[in-house]
């Protein structure tokens, strides 16, 4: 990869992680408090592909908060694709690895599609 492919690779990753955050303030102010609820509860748990799932063991009970909240990352993550020249599945991940450091202690990850409570 060239130097100039390099530099807007990393634009475009800055730019994705700052709307991202816009984005995801936005999509998800309506359901913050749950969706807060279900990831201390350990019935929500993050993905390393920016989306949300039930993590093993645990209750169906936020299926259709996931659900939700997954639709609404979904067209964010489309938006920012879009935006910045990238795939969405490249968004996601951004994202996640953008927002992961900011995980509260406990939170249910999947990385690799291992599960494991940071």
């Not at 955050?21 to 749950?34: E, K």
Request: proline share 5%; glycine share 10%; hydrophobic share 40%.
């Amino acid at each position: 990869m060239n130097t100039a492919t390099m530099n807007h690779t990393r634009r475009a990753c800055r730019r994705i992680v700052l709307f991202a955050a816009l984005l995801l303030s936005f999509t998800g102010s309506a359901l913050a408090i749950d969706l807060d609820g279900a990831l201390k509860k350990g019935v929500a748990g993050e993905v390393d592909n920016g989306y949300l799932a039930v993590p093993p063991g645990a209750s169906r009970e936020a299926a259709e908060l996931i659900g939700t909240v997954n639709n609404e990352r979904r067209s964010a993550y489309q938006e920012l694709a879009r935006k910045n020249g990238v795939s969405p599945e490249i968004a996601g991940k951004v994202t996640f690895e953008k927002r992961y450091p900011g995980f509260p202690p406990g939170t249910w990850i999947s990385i690799q599609g291992r599960w494991s409570q940071k």
